[in-house]
């Protein structure tokens, strides 16, 4: 069961692969105080601008959403660090600067789609 003193919870992640996670943490009560996913961009035939699975959820859910460029960015930096995590959880997201997955007290999780480091790469859980 999750308290009141359940952690402040970043969570980062883009596809569809990694909303199951989000939803989790979100049905179980966590105390998810920020996301962070890929910013918009242009798709498919007619390139129209398309968001990621993790920020339509997060959207729908009123959660306070990030979508930086570039994760070394100083206003971004200064952003994540006002959300004052205590844990990160990452899912299929992309690498993070040390700076960003060594900011939480409690550390940053990486949750993979596949048996690492065997199976990395462009498509892990096909492989």
Known sequence: MVTNESPRIVFMGT????VASLDALVQAGYN????I???DKPAGRG??????????????HNLFLLQPEKLKNPVFLKELI???ADLQIVVA???????VWNMPKMGTVNVHGSLLP???????INW
Not at 47 to 60: D, H, P
Request: hydrophobic residues 45%; aromatic residues 10%; proline residues 10%.
């Open 15 to 18: 596809p569809e692969f990694a």
């Open 32 to 35: 998810v105080v920020g996301v």
């Open 37 to 39: 996913t890929a910013p």
């Open 47 to 60: 390139m129209k601008i398309t968001q990621s699975a993790v920020k339509k959820y997060a959207t729908e």
């Open 82 to 84: 006002a959300l004052r």
């Open 93 to 99: 997201f992309r690498m993070l600067p040390e700076a």
């Open 118 to 124: 065997q199976y990395r790469g462009a498509a892990p």
